[in-house]
Structure formats: C-alpha cells, structure tokens
C-alpha cells in the first residue's frame, strides 16, 4: 500500500490533469450565490445539456424522436434536469417532443407548460377565444398527434424499462391515454431506450465543474473544521 502522504502529494497532479485547479494547503469555504445567480448559473447549464448532451445520445441511441409525457407530481425522473431550475412540477400535463431533425438539429416542443426560459418551443392552442392558449386535455393529444405525423419518425422513443428507475418514468395510464393518440401505425414505433433518458440524468457539462470544485473545497473545509480542536475538545465533546 502506498503511503498517505504520497497518495495525497499526487491530488494536485490528478486535479491539474482534469483541469480543475488544486486545493489551497487549507480549503476555504466558498458561499454560495444568491438565489438569482444560482439559477442563472443552472439555466446556462441546461441550454448546453439540450444543445450538446441530448442530441448526441439521441444519435447514439439512434433516436428520431422522443416523447416524454407525465403529468403534476407524478414527474418522469428525467424532468428534473430538463426543467429551469424556478419550475417545480410539471403542468397538469407536460408532454414533450425531441425531433433530431439532423443537420437542423433536435427541436423540443412543449405541449403544456412553458419553453423553460425558451428553450422549448411552446405549443398553444389555435382557439383565437382562449386568452391563455394553454394547450390542456384532448388538444394536448390532438396536437401531439399532428406533431408526431408532420415528423414522420421511424423510432419513437418513451421512458419504460423494468431494470433502472430512471428510465421507468410513463406511468401506466399516461402510456394508455398517449398510445390511443397516437394510434396503432404510430404505436408500431415505439421502443424502449433506456439509457437515453439515464445518461442524459448523469451527463454533466464542463460548465458545472468550477463551481462543483467550489463546493468541494467547502465540503472539506467544513470537515477539516468538524474534526478540529476548534470543534472537539478530547475528553469533553
């Protein structure tokens, strides 16, 4: 076994290696930003997890076209690294479409919801008589129907699968209600991929690695503290 120190003397190397600079010889905590900045700092990421992460797994997967369909509070797994980080839940029913339309690249409709600070084209209703425009009920089926033949897909991808979790995310019903929109043609084409909605959840950017290295050096500044004599006093805590 290699000696402690020796293995420590090689983090600044492995750290210089991934591009992340090394601790200083005490970590510091560094706060974090307000709550404003934060999300600004997570929208930015989400643009480039769509622009750059999906896309290439959609390819990889050999994908067309995905769908992920659910509804409020009962959220697939993988809304939650699609979603700007000031939404909380689904609305009502949020069905999205991913079309990799090739050298266009992968359009995402919104059918219920909102674009997610634009970065989803939202689908209104046609009804000239509905203030809001808000696509809800049979029209969110109709529409995705209409979507789903303009596309002509010959995959369609949908979250079910027995073995991992977060890539089980269509419930029961929300599977019957979305195959009887779509019809038994359309049906025909759906598969399961698994590791697309997977790997697009642990995908992570280069983007978050600064401020990932940043809560790092907090974290092992807090432990640093916690096992102190500034914290501990033998024979008394």
Request: proline share 8%; net charge neutral.
């Amino acid at each position: 076994m290699r000696p402690l120190h020796r293995l420590l003397a090689t983090v600044p190397l492995s750290l210089a290696l991934l591009g992340l600079p090394a601790f200083a010889a005490e970590p510091q905590i560094r706060p974090l930003p307000s709550l404003r900045q934060q999300a600004e700092e997570q929208q930015a990421w989400l643009a480039e997890r769509l622009t750059r992460v999906l896309p290439a797994l959609m390819r990889e997967q050999g994908v067309d076209l995905w769908i992920v369909s659910m509804r409020e509070y009962a959220e697939d797994p993988v809304f939650f690294s699609m979603v700007s980080p000031t939404t909380f839940a689904a609305r009502r029913r949020t069905v999205w479409v991913f079309h990799d339309r090739g050298e266009i690249g992968v359009v995402r409709w919104a059918l219920g919801g909102g674009s997610q600070g634009g970065l989803f084209e939202a689908y209104r209703t046609p009804d000239p008589q509905d203030p809001r425009g808000e696509l809800v009920g049979d029209e969110q089926w109709r529409a995705l129907r209409r979507l789903v033949e303009q596309a002509k897909p010959k995959v369609i991808a949908v979250n079910v699968d027995p073995v991992h979790a977060f890539s089980d995310g269509l419930h029961a019903g929300e599977r019957e209600e979305l195959e009887a929109a779509l019809g038994p043609e359309l049906t025909a084409k759906i598969v399961r991929r698994p590791e697309l909605p997977l790997r697009y959840i642990e995908t992570r950017v280069p983007a978050m690695l600064p401020r990932y290295r940043e809560i790092q050096e907090t974290v092992h500044a807090l432990i640093a503290r916690a096992f102190s004599r500034e914290a501990i006093e033998p024979g008394t805590t």
